[in-house]
């Protein structure tokens, strides 16, 4: 069972971090609205909340009958249409949580006053400050929420898995908000997010190397689909068991000693991408990725930051 629910892995680091940078959101929201006596406003926060979930499953929703729809339109290029739009949601995956690591890490000391400000401000407005403290809680949520729509739909040929995985990191995230800012239970958050942005580090280059191996699917399929596309492709056909179509040629190869699609390669494979055969782009991409990704992130985690979660009086 555990091989089975292997995708889910990736989808819970993803949701549980991004859940827990939401209910750090909505926990000191709900601080100030205490402070400034203003809890009738509550009500409005977990609307936000509930909104903000909803939104970002339709927008998954859309996304996945937008490529149901395309296949179904045009059922003979179903073999490039699959592969490339894995390609591209793979990349906007990779944009997305590579911003989102490196910016909410360099941001995390200003989060606090920055969300204090906003709240002060829209109960200061008096004509409807409900809507103002919906809209900060509502887009808080949606843009966590959109992270982890666009990576499982970069995921989607594995079905349901990932979804699951994602229902799993978001309890996870409700338990720890609930544990901080209900029960008063003191956390080291800043160390939680050092050791979860190190794994996702690792997802997101584990992305980068499948990203480019549905980019190669890709031109294969066109390569053997159109008639004169066979140039896309670099390899002859005898040495096509040793050299990829656009990514050079393997430069690793342990399918005898950890397959990845058997455990325990199964499981790296879901959470930090792991093939057993690599090819020369992939292993340059991965490599790059982490030395300078890793690099601002690793450097911006030297910088102060006041973003210790405890409860809010």
């Known amino acids: 069972m555990m091989m089975d629910f292997s995708a889910a892995l990736p989808t819970f680091v993803i949701t549980l971090r991004e859940g827990v940078e ?29 909104a903000g979930i909803v939104a970002s499953t339709l927008v998954g929703a859309f996304f996945i009958w937008g490529i149901q729809a395309l296949n179904g339109t045009y059922p003979e290029y179903e073999p490039v249409i699959e592969p490339l739009i894995e390609t591209v ?45 919906f809209g900060l809680v509502f887009i808080a949520v949606l843009r966590e929420g959109f992270e982890t729509v666009v990576f499982i739909i970069a995921k989607f040929q594995q079905g349901i898995v990932p979804v699951l995985g994602a229902f799993g990191g978001l309890a996870g995230a409700i338990i720890i908000g609930f544990l901080l ?15 979860m942005g190190v794994l996702l580090l690792l997802i997101v280059a584990g992305l980068v190397v ?15 689909m159109k ?35 058997q455990f325990p390669g199964l499981v790296l494979k879901a959470l930090f991408g792991y093939r057993a055969r690599i090819y020369l782009v992939q292993a340059v991409a991965y490599l790059l990725f982490l030395f300078t990704i890793g690099s601002i992130y690793f450097n911006s985690l030297s910088m102060p930051t006041n973003a210790s979660a405890k409860p809010q009086e």
Not at 210 to 224: E, N, R, S, Y
Request: hydrophobic content about 50%; some cysteine.
């Open 210 to 224: 499948g990203a480019l191996k549905h980019f190669d699917q890709t031109a294969v399929a066109l390569a053997q």
């Open 227 to 261: 008639g004169g596309l066979e140039r896309l492709c670099f390899y002859s056909a005898p040495l096509a068991q040793y050299h990829s179509c656009l990514l050079g040629p393997m430069v690793w190869n342990t399918t005898r000693v950890l397959p990845d699609n």
């Open 22 to 50: 939401a209910a750090l959101v909505v926990g000191i929201v709900l601080a100030c609205l205490k402070k400034a006596k203003a809890e009738q406003l509550n009500g409005w926060v977990y609307n936000g909340v509930i």
């Open 181 to 195: 800012f209900k029960l008063g239970i003191k956390i080291n958050i800043r160390q939680f997010f050092q050791v």
């Open 89 to 133: 949601f793979g990349l906007i995956a990779i944009i997305l949580l590579s911003w989102m690591l490196i910016w909410m890490t360099q941001q995390a000391r200003f989060l606090k006053a920055e969300i204090e400000g906003n709240v002060t401000l829209a109960i200061k407005q008096g004509t409807a400050p409900g809507w103002g403290v």
